[in-house]
């Protein structure tokens, strides 16, 4: 196929506001010019150090690279010959055309990293993200995982989906002062399942009505599988009053984590539903992979899901990240259930080619409205800007390729993109 069509489609994608479904970023920058870090502990937060672990580099080695206070050439030198095999991934290429769109420097490598990393530092100081995301990306909005609850908002163009999982599986870093923190808020002393219902509820509804927001997030696939089965009220409650009984007494010699059992996690799960019904929310569930290495990929399979889908039609599911490598799972459930929708957020660094794969299938398998084309789903600013232009490339491309087969003109090529990156993350969202 000549090249033209894809530029000129990218081209015009590029001039397309976006909405950036699933971002990690902190909600107040000077937190972040705050702490000490320089271009290589940044983007080594995660993703690229993931591939870089996978290809053998030890963590004692990776320890030493990301620590900024220690010379950066030295630590390039240790990493190098990792990055230069993990440099054509999707994590590797994204940093890549990052630097190239932010800073003009020719990728990252031996002879950039000095003035890529003077770059980096002039450019820590307050107005970066807004520059970033704004004037280099046209996001208009950035749907902010906030993982917590002790977040107070700073920037405008990001809304949040808060996490519900502490009240389902209180789980580390934010699960230990779960208690104090309902305490705090809500005026709450738990004891028993009920109280522990209320705070839930209590929790959902501040934030949710501070933030104006209507989605809430969970990432609970990393740490059980995706299948909750329905647990009686009563039985529930006598869990629960077990767990919290142990809690006190381990408490009593250590700050341990409040544990539920499986059954317990299911019921709390199915109470989030509810409420989620009730007030007509997104749900976005992580599914497929996990960032980090070694986990279980296939408690993320989005086919563990359908029971919720069945049993609450008022809920909008966002099935994140296309659950590769399940994206054919997601294509199939987004087709069958109108409460199943597909976010390519994440997808188009963990693979741009299974990323547009998958895209070529859920346009000749999905209605367009579904699907949602792009999230960053970075901890830190600059990476996005390199995984939005790849997504772009992607949904350019494919698109290209239907136009090529007949199946729609151009004009309607670049509405279904329009629809893509801005109309169907609007919607089903709710922002
Ligand atoms: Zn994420």
Redesign the pocket.
């Known amino acids: 196929m000549n090249n033209a069509l894809p530029e000129r489609l990218y081209n015009e994608i590029r001039k397309m506001p976006v909405i950036d479904t699933?971002?990690?970023l902190v909600w107040d920058e000077e937190v972040r010019c705050a702490e000490q870090s320089d271009v290589l502990s940044e983007y080594l937060l995660h993703y690229m150090r993931s591939d870089i672990l996978s290809a053998g580099m030890k963590q004692e080695d990776l320890s030493f690279v990301v620590d900024s206070g220690k010379n950066i050439t030295d630590r390039w030198k240790t990493v190098e010959p990792y990055w230069e095999l993990c440099r054509y991934t999707g994590y590797g290429r994204a940093l890549d055309i990052t630097v190239q769109g932010i800073y003009g420097i020719d990728g990252v490598s031996g002879r950039t990293i000095q003035p890529l990393n003077e770059a980096f530092l002039a450019h820590k100081k307050p107005g970066h993200f807004a520059w970033v995301l704004r004037e280099l990306c046209g996001i208009e909005t950035c749907v902010i995982?906030i993982w917590t609850f002790h977040i107070e908002n700073k920037i405008p163009m990001f809304k949040p989906a808060w996490q519900p999982q502490n009240f389902i599986m209180p789980s580390e870093p934010f699960g230990r002062d779960i208690m104090a923190h309902i305490r705090e808020k809500h005026g709450l002393e738990v004891r028993c399942l009920d109280d522990w219902m209320e705070a839930l509820e209590r929790e959902m509804t501040l934030l949710l009505r501070r933030y104006e927001a209507g989605t809430i997030k969970t990432?609970i696939a990393y740490h059980r599988p995706l299948r909750f089965e329905k647990t009686g009220y009563v039985k529930a409650k006598a869990l629960f009053e077990e767990a919290l009984c142990l809690w006190e007494r381990k408490r009593i010699k250590n700050d341990a984590l409040l544990e539920f059992p499986r059954e317990l996690q299911d019921f709390m799960m199915h109470h989030v539903m509810k409420l989620a019904a009730q007030r007509h929310l997104t749900v976005q569930f992580?599914t497929g992979l996990f960032?980090g290495t070694g986990n279980i990929i296939s408690n993320g399979n989005p086919e563990l899901l359908s029971n919720l889908f069945i049993e609450y039609p008022e809920v909008d599911f966002d099935l994140?990240h296309i659950g590769y490598p399940y994206q054919s799972v997601a294509c199939a459930l987004a087709k069958m259930f109108p409460n199943v929708f597909i976010d390519m957020?994440?997808a188009h660094i963990i693979s741009p080619s299974a990323s547009a794969g998958a895209l070529r299938d859920f346009l000749d398998a999905v209605p367009y409205n579904k699907i949602s084309a792009f999230g960053g789903?970075y901890m830190f600013v600059d990476g996005i800007y390199g995984h939005l232009e790849i997504a772009r490339r992607n949904v350019a491309s494919v698109l290209a390729e239907k136009i090529g087969q007949g199946v729609f003109s151009e004009v309607k090529a670049l509405e279904i993109a329009k629809a893509l990156f801005y109309d169907n993350p609007k919607r089903i969202l709710k922002l």
Do not use: I, Y
Request: with cysteine.
């Open positions: 699933h971002e990690h995982d990432s992580h960032e994140f957020c994440w789903d």
